[in-house]
């Protein structure tokens, strides 16, 4: 069973909707059949977030880094992820690993190195297909949370 985040009265507008999502990320793990490994790892991290009982921005932080530990054991160890995970990771790496090589041979190509910038739309489209497609593949296998982070 995971652990039951503490309630916190008297937190910030901005901080109680950190909370919030988290609390609701929270719940939609609980409705996933996790093993018994990662409700530890995940249980160690709530417990640690309810041990912190430092001021707005300090608890706004420490949410922010459990919520992003707990995302990622979800995602490497099991495959699940919340909605759009792999869109917005893959809207970067499209950027880096196709968009760059794409416009510098285009610039080297075309002998003007200003149309280096001209791979980056492509890297970006290429990423966020690629995002997306694996997106809609999690979601038909059920290793989709329904919430978006």
């Known amino acids: 069973m995971i652990v039951e985040p503490v309630q916190r009265p008297n937190l910030s507008k901005k901080t109680e909707a950190y909370y919030g999502q988290f609390e609701r990320l929270i719940v939609q793990i609980r409705k996933k059949k996790l093993p018994e490994e990662i409700m530890l790892v995940i249980n160690k991290q709530i417990t640690a977030l309810n041990a912190v009982t430092d001021s707005d921005k300090i608890l706004r ?89």
């Open 61 to 149: 932080n420490e949410i922010r880094k459990v919520q992003s530990k707990i995302i990622g054991t979800l995602a490497q160890k099991l495959k699940i992820v919340p909605i759009n995970y792999y869109r917005k990771t893959w809207f970067v790496l499209g950027m880096t690993v196709f968009g760059l090589p794409i416009g510098a041979a285009l610039g080297l190509s075309l002998g003007n190195m200003a149309f280096l910038g001209i791979g980056l739309p492509v890297g970006m489209s290429i990423g966020l297909a690629m995002g997306s497609r694996m997106d809609n593949k999690a979601k038909e296998e059920g290793r989709q949370l329904d919430i978006e982070l």
